[in-house]
């Protein structure tokens, strides 16, 4: 995505805006990981540095970003209340960051596991 300033130009790429929300999930309240799928359809609980299947980031028109996130959560917490948290500092770290506007954040809970 690019930025135009007084002095020029800034882009600043997926791979760095999927670093910013994998940083914010991982610290929220509630959530045990991110997730992938593997080719057999099984969801497991991946690395940090091994995010590409679980945070996508699309540039819109409107020079909006879109983030669909998958997510394991904690068993015994309130997804509702996680998924709420989540958006929001998403929202706030990604706008605050970099100054992009996040339209939507969609997230998916792909499995519940225990500690």
Known sequence: M????PKG???ITNDVLC?????VV???FGVRGMA???Q???IRLIKRENVDNAVKVTERPDGTIKAELHIIVRHGVNI???CRSIN???RYSVEDKTGIKVSSVDICVDSVMSD
């Open 36 to 38: 992938a799928e593997n």
């Open 9 to 11: 130009v800034l882009e």
């Open 80 to 82: 509702n209340a996680v």
């Open 40 to 42: 057999q359809g099984i």
């Open 19 to 23: 670093e910013i929300i994998t940083a």
């Open 2 to 5: 690019k930025i135009s300033l």
């Open 26 to 28: 991982s610290g929220c």
């Open 88 to 90: 929001e500092q998403v």
